[in-house]
C-alpha cells in the first residue's frame, strides 16, 4: 500500500476533528483508496490539552520549517485560523512543494489570488472544501459537476454559530449571551467570535463563493455586511408575530450582467426553505442557468462536519499523488 505522508499546522478544534474522522475511518479510507494517509508531523504549542484522539510526543513540533523542509511531506493541512501567519504558511508549504488542504476562511478570502496564483506557480493542488459550510460538499460542486452552468445567484445560510443563536433565541426564548457560550461550547464559534456576530466570517465565505461562481473575486472587506448583534429579542417576537423567522443571510446574485452582493439579517416567511434550517445547519442555494434551482444542506460548523471536508480533499489531493508514484 502506497503512503502519503501528511503535515498538520495546527490541533485546535478543528485539526482534532480532522484527525479524528482519518483515525476513526482509516479501515474504510484504506479499503476505499488503497492509501496509507500518516500525519506525520503536526505544528501545535499545545501539546498537554486533552484531545480524544492518540497522538504520539514525537509527532509535535514547535517549529513550522520542519513541516515545509521535510521531503517525506507531500500535503500540508492549515487549520490555525486567522489570516496570518496562517495564509503565508500556506504559501511557504506551495512553494516548498507541498499541496495544501485548509478550512480557514479567512486567510482563503483575504489572499485568494495569491494563493491560487502560488499553487499554480508550483504546481501543486490547493483545496478549501471545508472553509464554506463545513460538511457540505458546495465547492466541489460548484467547480465540478455545475461547471458547465452560467450561475445567476447564490445565497444562503453560512455560519453555524449565528444560525444556532438566532434559533434557540427563537425557538426557546434564550438570551444571546447564554446561547454564545453554549455554541463555543460546541465548537462552532470561531476563537474570536465578533467575526460570526458581525457577519465577517459570512462575507469570508460568500467572497469565496463568488470567486468560484461568478469568477468575481471581491475581498471580503468589500462587502456590504451586517452581523446579528443588533437583533433584540422584541425583533425576534415582532418576526414570529409575523410569521416569520429572523435568519442571517447571505447572497450574490448577477443583476444586468452586474454581480449584487451583501451580508444581513432578513425577516423569511416561515414557509420559506431557508427558514426550516436551524441550529448548526447551513444552507446554499444556487442557481445555474441549465440546472436551475439546487438546494445544498448539512452541518455548517463543528470539528467532525468540518473534519469531513478536509479529509476529503487530502483524500483527493492524495490519490492524484499516488497516481504518480
Ligand atoms: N464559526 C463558523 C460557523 C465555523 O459558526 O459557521 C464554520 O465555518
Given at each position: 500500500?502506497?503512503?502519503?505522508?501528511?503535515?498538520?499546522?495546527?490541533?485546535?478544534?478543528?485539526?482534532?476533528?480532522?484527525?479524528?474522522?482519518?483515525?476513526?475511518?482509516?479501515?474504510?479510507?484504506?479499503?476505499?483508496?488503497?492509501?496509507?494517509?500518516?500525519?506525520?508531523?503536526?505544528?501545535?504549542?499545545?501539546?498537554?490539552?486533552?484531545?480524544?484522539?492518540?497522538?504520539?510526543?514525537?509527532?509535535?513540533?514547535?517549529?513550522?520549517?520542519?513541516?515545509?523542509?521535510?521531503?517525506?511531506?507531500?500535503?500540508?493541512?492549515?487549520?490555525?485560523?486567522?489570516?496570518?501567519?496562517a495564509?503565508?504558511?500556506?504559501?511557504?508549504?506551495?512553494?516548498?512543494?507541498?499541496?495544501?488542504?485548509?478550512?480557514?476562511?479567512?486567510?482563503?478570502?483575504?489572499?485568494?489570488?495569491?494563493?491560487t496564483?502560488?499553487?499554480?506557480?508550483?504546481?501543486?493542488?490547493?483545496?478549501?472544501?471545508?472553509?464554506?459550510?463545513?460538511?457540505?460538499?458546495?465547492?466541489?460542486?460548484?467547480?465540478?459537476?455545475?461547471?458547465?452552468?452560467?450561475?445567476?445567484?447564490?445565497?444562503?445560510?453560512?455560519?453555524?454559530?449565528?444560525?444556532?443563536?438566532?434559533?434557540?433565541?427563537?425557538?426557546?426564548?434564550?438570551?444571546?449571551?447564554?446561547?454564545?457560550?453554549?455554541?463555543?461550547?460546541?465548537?462552532?464559534?470561531?476563537?474570536?467570535?465578533?467575526?460570526?456576530?458581525?457577519?465577517?466570517?459570512?462575507?469570508?465565505?460568500?467572497?469565496?463563493?463568488?470567486?468560484?461562481t461568478?469568477?468575481?473575486?471581491?475581498?471580503?472587506?468589500?462587502?456590504?455586511?451586517?452581523?446579528i448583534?443588533?437583533?433584540?429579542?422584541?425583533?425576534?417576537k415582532?418576526?414570529?408575530?409575523?410569521?416569520?423567522?429572523?435568519?442571517?443571510?447571505?447572497?450574490?446574485?448577477?443583476?444586468?450582467?452586474?454581480?449584487?452582493?451583501?451580508?444581513?439579517?432578513?425577516?423569511?416567511?416561515?414557509?420559506?426553505?431557508?427558514?426550516?434550517?436551524?441550529n448548526?445547519?447551513?444552507?446554499?442555494?444556487?442557481?445555474?442557468?441549465?440546472?436551475?434551482?439546487?438546494m445544498?444542506?448539512?452541518?455548517?460548523?463543528?470539528?467532525?462536519?468540518?473534519?469531513?471536508?478536509?479529509?476529503?480533499?487530502?483524500?483527493?489531493?492524495?490519490?492524484?499523488?499516488?497516481?504518480?508514484?
Open positions: 500500500m502506497k503512503t502519503i505522508k501528511i503535515g498538520l499546522l495546527g490541533l485546535g478544534n478543528i485539526g482534532t476533528g480532522s484527525y479524528k474522522t482519518l483515525e476513526m475511518n482509516r479501515d474504510e479510507i484504506e479499503k476505499s483508496s488503497g492509501l496509507d494517509l500518516r500525519i506525520t508531523k503536526i505544528l501545535e504549542k499545545d501539546t498537554e490539552r486533552k484531545r480524544d484522539i492518540t497522538v504520539s510526543p514525537e509527532q509535535f513540533t514547535q517549529d513550522p520549517e520542519e513541516i515545509f523542509n521535510d521531503p517525506d511531506i507531500q500535503i500540508v493541512i492549515e487549520l490555525l485560523g486567522g489570516i496570518e501567519p495564509a503565508t504558511f500556506m504559501a511557504e508549504a506551495m512553494k516548498h512543494g507541498k499541496s495544501v488542504v485548509t478550512a480557514n476562511k479567512a486567510a482563503v478570502a483575504a489572499n485568494y489570488e495569491r494563493l496564483n502560488t499553487a499554480k506557480e508550483n504546481g501543486v493542488m490547493f483545496r478549501y472544501e471545508a472553509s464554506v459550510g463545513g460538511g457540505i460538499p458546495i465547492l466541489n460542486a460548484l467547480t465540478t459537476v455545475l461547471k458547465a452552468n452560467k450561475y445567476e445567484e447564490v445565497l444562503g445560510i453560512l455560519n453555524g454559530t449565528t444560525n444556532y443563536i438566532l434559533t434557540q433565541m427563537t425557538d426557546y426564548g434564550l438570551d444571546y449571551e447564554d446561547v454564545l457560550k453554549v455554541a463555543q461550547e460546541k465548537g462552532f464559534a470561531e476563537a474570536d467570535p465578533t467575526a460570526d456576530v458581525e457577519g465577517i466570517d459570512c462575507a469570508n465565505k460568500l467572497s469565496i463563493l463568488m470567486a468560484l461568478f469568477g468575481n473575486y471581491v475581498p471580503p472587506t468589500q462587502i456590504p455586511t451586517e452581523g448583534t443588533g437583533i433584540t429579542k422584541q425583533n425576534i415582532n418576526a414570529k408575530a409575523n410569521g416569520c423567522r429572523i435568519k442571517l443571510i447571505s447572497s450574490a446574485r448577477m443583476v444586468n450582467g452586474k454581480v449584487e452582493y451583501a451580508v444581513k439579517p432578513m425577516e423569511l416567511p416561515e414557509t420559506h426553505p431557508l427558514a426550516s434550517v436551524n448548526e445547519f447551513n444552507a446554499i442555494f444556487v442557481k445555474g442557468n441549465a440546472v436551475d434551482e439546487l445544498f444542506y448539512g452541518k455548517g460548523a463543528g470539528p467532525l462536519p468540518t473534519g469531513s471536508a478536509v479529509m476529503g480533499d487530502v483524500l483527493e489531493i492524495a490519490k492524484v499523488l499516488a497516481a504518480h508514484m
